[in-house]
């Protein structure tokens, strides 16, 4: 007489949020809700979640729990919360695959069975539109910089260093008597503003302040 042993089950929840203002509580509930006995929650980037340690915490215990015999199912809220890079969304779900587990969204965008072929079509698809959204959202902010940029916006800091204190650091330069340190030290900045200065950065010709605040007066009379 056979008897049929049924397969211990666990279910991982993964939450994350990208900035230290939002919070993870929602996801977490929403995840023990869906039954997950454990939830790793994180505030990171989802372009750069593949790489953090939370996240392979993740998947260490899902290797952990395989090689004990369980059949584990990772659970997210949403595709996006796993990861905005559609590469790093494919690895990280056939990793888990490979491993035997199984990946699942709450909001029903895929069920991802490591046995079912049907899966990793519905994971390449729903992947590529996530990707596609993002791309679309960095387009248009990249179309509304570059026209704030012609009505005159200057992103980021205006240069430190003013036209003489350029002349000031090629002089030092020129003598020959000292290094770029040196020459950062004496002109209160940094080796590396020394070596843009130069030009030895590879950064292009440095703009000093004067240049800057020239560029954005000629770009708001454009208006």
Request: hydrophobic share 35%.
């Amino acid at each position: 007489m056979s008897t049929k042993t049924n397969r211990l089950e666990a279910v991982l929840g993964y939450a994350r949020v990208s900035t230290a203002g939002q919070r993870t509580d929602n996801q977490v509930e929403l995840l023990e809700a869906a039954g997950a006995t454990e939830v790793f929650a994180e505030k990171v980037s989802g372009s750069r979640n593949a790489h953090s340690s939370t996240y392979r915490d993740l998947f260490d215990r899902v290797r952990e729990l395989t090689d004990e015999g369980y059949r584990v199912t990772v659970v997210v809220t949403k595709l996006d919360r796993f990861s905005r890079s559609l590469p790093d969304l494919l690895h990280g779900v056939q990793e888990l695959a490979d491993m035997g587990a199984k990946f699942f969204t709450l909001d029903n965008s895929l069920n991802y069975d490591p046995d079912s072929p049907a899966s990793k079509f519905q994971l390449q698809v729903f992947g590529a539109l996530a990707e596609f959204e993002r791309a679309l959202i960095n387009s248009r902010t990249a179309e509304g910089r570059k026209v704030a940029r012609e009505k005159g916006v200057k992103f980021g800091h205006p240069p430190k260093l003013k036209q003489k204190d350029v002349d000031s650091i090629k002089a030092d330069h020129e003598s020959g008597r000292w290094t770029p340190a040196q020459i950062a030290n004496r002109n209160s900045t940094s080796r590396s503003t020394v070596l843009r200065v130069l030009g030895l950065y590879g950064a292009g010709p440095y703009q000093t302040r004067e240049e800057w605040e020239a560029e954005k007066r000629a770009a708001q009379r454009k208006k």
